[in-house]
């Protein structure tokens, strides 16, 4: 039995999850995700945009990017008011950051940025006005468990681990680990590879289990920890989530490699979300 404590810290954790979740830019807010072709690809609010904005964003004709190999530009006709970073914006250079995403790029109740996944460079829109958002919100969760809060022996590798992380487009990556844990749940020795996360203060861990399919999300499951301490990494799996992807079809997540497969049933955390 979790103590009263640990119980509300929780349910708090648990609030906060899913007030993100629904907010303004949360991921029920994205209306789309469009490819970009080489070329000219127009932004607007009606045909024969290739990236689509919802009515009323901008007018027919918004912008355009132009996509030469790895090179992006953008470019806004005179009517529509676009700004980037708080400030007007009528053309500019597209850059990516480390995570494949660009600054974001508003336009009324609507931002888009442009992110890359593998080679292929896309637009992805958010509309706080978007209907799944204003859907009832069912975030389901198992009970809390205190049993499943556990402590994980932390092993750091002589030389890190080139962990191939795919994603649900088919994209692939190799992402360095440079160490595992290890726990038992009942009689099962279990292990984890994470990846680094927060400056390598934090430890970021994919995972599926056997409740995948059947009480959880096919996909798998996330897990955030802190760095280890004394040679230990505090596990919390009531604090498993859903990957994006399992409320939207327009993310891009990634898979949890093969040795991330856990021989037990994981009953905490998050349950499958309704739109499965």
Known sequence: MA???????????????????????GWLS??????????????GTGHPSQVLLPYGAGPANTAAINLQGTHLKLSVSDDAQMTCNDQPVSSMEIKLNQYGSSDWFYLKDVKFAVIQRGTRYGVRVYDQNNPERRKYLNVRWFAIN?????????HLLETPLMLTIVNVLGDSSEEPCEGY?????GEKVCQLYPLSIDDGKGLWFMFKDGTNNKL????????TADGPKDG???LDFNKAHNPPCAYTHFATCPL???MNRLPVDIIAGEMAFPMQ
């Open 3 to 25: 103590d009263n404590t640990y119980f509300n810290s929780i349910k708090d954790w648990r609030k906060a999850y899913e007030e993100k979740l629904g907010a303004p830019d």
């Open 30 to 43: 994205i209306s789309g995700l469009y490819w970009l072709k080489e070329g000219d690809n127009l932004i």
């Open 146 to 154: 205190d049993a499943l809060r556990v402590q994980a022996k932390y």
């Open 181 to 185: 844990v290890e726990f038992s749940i």
């Open 216 to 223: 959880t999300y096919s996909g798998g499951r996330f897990l």
């Open 232 to 234: 230990l990494v505090t």
């Open 256 to 258: 949890p490699p093969d």
